[in-house]
């Protein structure tokens, strides 16, 4: 493991309450930054109908989001690791509150559209620096409790945003969703710029522009791709031509990084086993889970005829669940080896799934609620625990990276798992209608019997890599 070096930023300089208030910054941002992904989703329809745009447009206010903050997060990361992460931060809060006020203010889609554009830079500069400030804010003692924290507040936020969002959508329309976001931005920049007054740590050093820009043609046609495979088919004439591109950009990132003395992400990180396997397992299960994000409304409307309350309810339970579990995942992971924990949030995790898979036609509420609970609680372990290997395994200087570098897999898996999951149900109704409930039932087992080696795969790379470690572990810092 290499040590993290103390800084401006780091718990050596500030006092328990210090961090207590970071923490406390930090955690608000998050809950504002994930409630409004669920809370925007609610409005979608409203927005079509008030508009007039098809549906392959309106997706584009939810995918703004999500392909923004992929795409630009390592460009932040290291440019947070470079001039100053509470500076990159309290940019990017202040411009996602600006975008909410535009938004709330728009009178046309293409309005609407690019108030949402301003709001995703903003997540895009905010959400890597997040952890990456806990990280280097919370003593190496206290880290995973901290981080820990911040996981429930995402989780909490993420529970929160469909209903607020419905409430809202429902007293006084989808402008109130963003004159909401705008009014507590305002408090929450407010609060970051009170308490996050320096700009934090700054080094010597160069942006890999050439990589930037490599990394922002290839990912986002990569995530644009799999995303219009997922809802449209795999059409070559309509998602093909987003592969070539994400080819071409991708493929020229890396032989940029590998060539270029000031790298946007230096690979000979990933030489470092722990590293390597927490990136690698937080990719392939989220991959695992994250069709679930679909395929359970879908599940629970065909096939169990729930009501939408019923359903909001159930599917609540999942990151209630994980809000619940993440602190305490974060204390064990402060008192024992944090890849251990990791390993028993995963296992919990590909249990949840397999149970999830074996749900049929006569399968019972409570049993569903089941499956979720248990998969909300094993993402609570799980990724406190695998963040705190993670940046245990790096030095101070590329937490910014680092934290960008998990958010992106996470997304791209997310998605690539999405986009495999609705191609095997596809593939298996072929002849059926799409409300058939005993065909989707059948067609989601077949599906998710062909995703569980995934997870198996990451409860194997958890534990090769925590069995390896062991010698080691009575030295390491974090």
Known sequence: MV?????????????????????????????????????????????????GNSLAEIQWISLMGVVTISSLSLCFGRAGDLWGRRRIFKLGVVLYTLGSGLGSLSTSFVLLLSSRGVMAVGLAMAVPMSAAILASS?????????????????????AAGPTIGGLLLHLWGWPAIFMMNFIV????????????????????????????????????????GFTLAANSGWQWGRVGWWFVVAAAGLLGFVWIELSTESPLVDFRMLRRGSLSAALLSNLLITALYNPITICGPMYLHNVLSVTPLAIGILLSLLPLMTALASPLSGRWSDRIPPGGVATIGLVLIL??????????????????????????????????????????????EDYGVLSALLSSFATAAGTLGTTAAVALLELKMVGFEANDPLAFASAQRFAFAWLLPLGVLAVFVAFRAQWKAKPALTSTRG
């Open 3 to 51: 040590a993290s070096n103390q800084s401006a930023e780091d718990s050596a300089g500030l006092t328990p309450r210090e961090e207590r208030g970071v923490l406390l910054v930090t955690c608000l941002a998050a809950f504002l930054f994930f409630n409004s992904f669920g809370s925007i989703s609610v409005a979608l329809p409203i927005i079509q109908r008030q508009f």
């Open 138 to 158: 919370s003593s190496p003692e206290r880290r995973g409790q901290a981080l820990g924290v911040f996981a429930a507040a995402v989780a909490v936020g993420r």
């Open 185 to 224: 931005g305002l408090a929450v920049s407010c609060a970051v710029i009170r308490i996050f007054r320096g700009p934090g740590e700054r080094r010597v050093g160069i942006l890999d522009i050439w990589g930037s820009v490599s990394v922002l043609v290839g990912y986002p046609a990569l995530l644009i």
């Open 351 to 396: 249990f949840g799934v397999l149970f999830y898979s074996r749900l049929g036609f006569q399968s019972t509420y409570i049993a569903v609620a089941i499956a979720l609970g248990v998969i909300g609680m094993g993402i609570g372990v799980f990724t406190p625990a695998n963040q705190k290997v993670a940046f245990a395994s790096v030095g101070n």
